[in-house]
């Protein structure tokens, strides 16, 4: 009885999800004809917001609920297919959709650390976690730990529980809060492009679209709205990638042509890196460069030269009553120049660092670890598998990725849909490295060499997305008229966005790739954001300070605390904190240092008791906060401090190690757990079960 009712089920959500992909498409053609008719290009983008949010809007009102089991695991009834393309649009995060294939542009085959790193994280999480997560049975992964490291009756492990569950709470709350910061930042940037409102009202826009659904229903909610948001993310990113493939190698299918254009790509780089024209350029780059030198060497003298040369400009020009846009621009530099010399050297040091990147010569895309002597390439390939290191153990402690395995009927259920989740995410990840090539080569055979009298148009519109901090800038350095490589300074966020314009495609298509980097933010800022909410509600709020509080009262308070938590976020990243994939590599090196030994070694290891895992915890924690704080010039520290020349976003690499032999000393010095602890790691490895 209970398979026919799935198996109806499963062909009543397929009916639903066909009908919305129809729909979809239907929409597509629709707007073209509009732009063909002369629509100007900010209502269509008005039309896309409006759309996306009230499809959201009717997923969440259809599935709203008060019921604690749905509001927290949509039922446990999600079938294995729809949980992998939920999961796999929790997972495809703005950091996935926006940043990743401009920082494989950017950085070439460093950047595939990321590929590795995250796809093979899904492999940790199937094989280490997840089934034994579902089989638990209950909510959280707080829940899970209290429980395994608790070591008296019943769910929660009592008292004894709580500290391990309240640095559980707290670890998640951290990891999950840096990580939605990073997909609200992203949701203001793709609202202010492409509906013209200022960046904070794009943050607040998008929050909209976020709380409409995680508000009203949950896990429930969100689950059903991930799928929908799976298919647009997947339409968004396919189209512009196959124009591409097909405009420069004659082929629809991406992971096959970017093989044939990446040679022409090395042919092109080779050809730009010895052009006199860009040579030149590098040149003046380098000798800005030499001065910020000689202003650091001569500091504090050189600051205190500057700032009295920047008074006496804006004094001349009021002096000879110079215009007034001559009298504004002298007064913005004196207001921009540095305050102190301490900071005089922090921003000269960044801008020597700017200047000297944008003097070397384009790095061979496909060249392994490039580097100008053998020490400098082991370097670049040691925080290559740092890197993939830190993700992977990242990605087996996302506590809003692991929360997914409590949706589905069976433990069974749950390794199907960890597979269905690699497949979906995978036909995004291995189109990113060809997207990266494609856009690439159009850009260095197209833009480079036209004219500054003839740049195209999305020039000049992803220039004035952010004045402040421009997504992309390009200026004449060398005065000749020509646009040279080493003249333009791109935003690795900005490429997958742009790709539609820089391919020459309609612009309903890049309508439709910013709806798709809309989705693929706010689907797992969603899953963030209930993450957040149920650890304080549930593992807080239920089980340590009232832990009689009604099924109604859990799931109102839980409501609450995510529309505080929602706000307190957007607030956070509308004064943009850092780059998405910056924000997005602190959270995988944390969440791997503090929750993933504690979560393993409670599975596979009966003798890891309860003072193990809160030493452990703690370990991790405060080893990964110390590097980063100590080798991140944005926190206040150094990049010649780091050990072993690892960068900090790979913190985490330090900080897992030390948190499992902390967890293993302490727990073999004290006592071992007590029986129910051992009985419950028995029960969930169970092989008749599993």
């Not at 929409?27 to 983008?45: H, K, Y």
């Not at 609200?184 to 679209?209: P, W």
Request: proline share 5%.
């Amino acid at each position: 009885m209970n398979k026919t009712r799935n198996r109806s089920y499963f062909h009543r959500l397929s009916r639903y999800y066909l009908w919305f992909t129809a729909c979809l498409g239907l929409f597509l053609v629709a707007l073209t004809i509009l732009e063909n008719e002369g629509m100007p290009r900010q209502w269509i983008g008005h039309l896309y917001m409006f759309a996306t949010i009230v499809l959201y809007a009717i997923i969440g009102v259809v599935a709203r609920t008060s019921n604690v089991s749905e509001y927290y695991v949509a039922g446990r009834r999600v079938p294995a297919l729809f949980n992998g393309m939920a999961t796999a649009a929790d997972w495809i995060s703005a950091a996935s959709f926006i940043s990743l294939a401009g920082t494989l542009y950017l950085h070439g085959f460093d950047a595939l650390a990321y590929v590795m790193g995250w796809t093979g994280g899904y492999c940790l999480v199937a094989l280490l976690i997840a089934p034994y997560l579902r089989k638990f049975a209950q909510y959280t992964v707080p829940d899970f730990l209290a429980a395994r490291y608790g070591g008296s009756e019943g769910a929660g492990g009592g008292d004894r529980g709580n500290v391990v569950r309240a640095l559980a709470v707290s670890a998640t709350i951290v990891v999950s809060f840096t990580y939605v910061v990073a997909q609200i930042y992203a949701v203001g940037l793709i609202a202010s492009r492409f509906t013209g409102v200022d960046f904070s009202v794009g943050i607040f826009l998008g929050l909209a679209s976020i709380l409409v659904c995680s508000f009203l229903g949950g896990m429930r909610a969100i689950t059903w709205t991930q799928v929908a948001q799976y298919i647009i993310i997947l339409v968004a990113f396919s189209i512009p990638t196959i124009w591409l493939s097909m405009k420069f190698a004659g082929n629809p299918v991406p992971q096959v042509a970017y093989g044939s254009v990446l040679p022409k790509l090395a042919q092109r780089e080779a050809q730009l890196a010895y052009d006199p024209r860009e040579r030149e350029v590098r040149a003046r780059f380098q000798a800005r460069a030499d001065e910020y030198s000689a202003r650091l060497a001569a500091l504090p003298q050189s600051w205190e030269a500057g700032r009295t040369e920047a008074q006496r400009r804006l004094d001349g020009a009021r002096a000879r009553n110079a215009s007034l846009g001559e009298v504004r621009n002298a007064e913005r530099e004196l207001m921009a120049y540095p305050r102190t010399a301490d900071e005089a050297a922090r921003a000269w040091t960044e801008q020597r660092a700017a200047n000297l990147a944008r003097a070397q010569p384009p790095e061979p895309h496909a060249e392994p670890f490039p580097g100008a002597t053998r020490e400098e390439s082991d370097q670049r390939r040691n925080n290559f598998l740092a890197l993939v290191f830190c993700l992977m153990f990242g990605t087996a402690a996302l506590p809003h990725i692991l929360m997914r395995a409590y949706t589905t009927p069976s433990v069974h259920e749950t390794r199907v849909s960890v597979f269905w989740t690699l497949f979906f995410i995978l036909l995004i990840y291995l189109t990113m490295p060809a997207l990266a090539v494609l856009a690439k080569y159009d850009i260095y055979t197209s833009l480079v060499g036209t004219g500054y009298d003839k740049l195209p148009t999305w020039v000049s519109y992803w220039a004035n997305v952010d004045k402040a901090n421009p997504l992309i800038s390009i200026a004449d350095i060398n005065g000749d008229g020509i646009v040279q490589l080493a003249e333009i300074a791109i935003d690795g966020d900005v490429l997958t966005l742009a790709t539609p314009e820089i391919g020459g495609l309609p612009y309903v298509i890049s309508g439709l790739v910013a709806a798709g980097g809309l989705a693929a933010a706010l689907s797992t800022a969603d899953g963030l954001l209930l993450a957040i909410s149920n650890a304080l509600s549930h593992d807080i709020w239920f089980k340590i300070v009232d832990p009689h509080a009604s099924t109604q009262k859990r799931v109102t308070i839980s409501k609450l605390l995510l529309l505080a938590v929602a706000f307190i976020a957007a607030y956070v990243a509308s004064q943009k904190p850092a780059d998405i994939l910056s924000l997005v590599g602190a959270a995988f090196s944390l969440a791997g240092s503090t929750l993933f030994p504690a979560l393993v070694a409670g599975v596979f290891w009966k003798r890891a008791n309860r003072q193990g895992a809160i030493a452990g915890m703690l370990a991790g924690f405060l080893v990964c906060v110390y590097y980063m704080l100590h080798t991140n010039p944005i926190l206040g520290g150094s990049a010649e401090s780091a050990w072993f020349h690892i960068a900090p976003i790979s913190a985490g690499v330090f900080g897992v190690p030390a948190g499992l032999a902390v967890l293993a000393v302490v727990s073999l010095l004290t006592p071992a757990p007590s029986r129910e602890s051992v009985g419950l790691v028995e029960h969930i490895r169970a092989p008749d079960e599993i």
